[in-house]
């Protein structure tokens, strides 16, 4: 800051973009998703069950996020309640296309952050999600990761879809 003449204010913002470090595109697009929080301890067993036969904890509650949701083929941004903090393990069950079965993974979760105002604006009108929960893909067996990368590119040319 420094003062141009007197009474007025001149105000210079220097600011620099962060390169984005994804190793993978990012898309946003509607996708049903489904999320159980693993009790801690139980990460090994739960999730092996889970990838290998599709065997969750029978007792345990499923979460379903906001429609809206980033993808890719190393994580997922969805729009949640808080329910979940970071560094907590989830067993996540991602269907890429309407009628085909879900893709079975294990997620770990790097940050639950309160929606800003403007994405609050984004987010489907009949959405009560209050955050966005960041998710890392820690174990997907490589068919559904290349089916997720395909799916990434898909939505990348499809008009309507966003990249970031």
Same mark, same amino acid.
């Given at each position: 800051m420094e003062a141009v003449a007197e009474g007025t204010l001149s105000i210079r913002i220097v600011r620099t973009q962060e390169r984005d470090r994804r190793e993978f595109p990012r898309v946003s697009s509607r996708l049903d998703v489904h999320y159980l929080i693993l009790p801690e301890g139980a990460e090994e067993t739960v999730s092996a069950l889970w990838i290998q036969k599709g065997e969750a904890p029978a007792d345990a509650a499923w979460h +379903? $996020?906001?429609?809206l949701v980033d993808l890719s083929a190393s994580g997922l941004a969805l729009d949640v309640m808080p329910n979940c903090?970071?560094? /907590? =393990?989830? *067993?996540? !069950?991602?269907?890429? @296309?309407?009628? #085909?079965? $879900?893709? +079975?993974?294990? !997620? %770990?979760?790097? %940050?639950? !952050? *309160?929606?800003? @105002? #403007? @994405?609050l604006l984004e987010c489907d009108p009949d959405s009560s999600m209050t955050h966005r929960m960041s &998710?890392? &893909?820690? /174990?997907?067996? /490589?068919? #559904? %990761? =290349? !089916?997720?990368?395909?799916r990434t590119i898909d939505l990348m040319h499809m008009p309507g879809e966003s990249s970031e």
């Open positions: +379903r $996020p906001g429609p903090k970071s560094g /907590d =393990q989830l *067993l996540v !069950a991602l269907t890429l @296309e309407p009628g #085909a079965p $879900p893709w +079975r993974g294990v !997620a %770990r979760v790097v %940050r639950v !952050a *309160l929606l800003m @105002e #403007a @994405e &998710l890392e &893909l820690t /174990d997907m067996p /490589d068919e #559904a %990761r =290349q !089916a997720i990368l395909e």
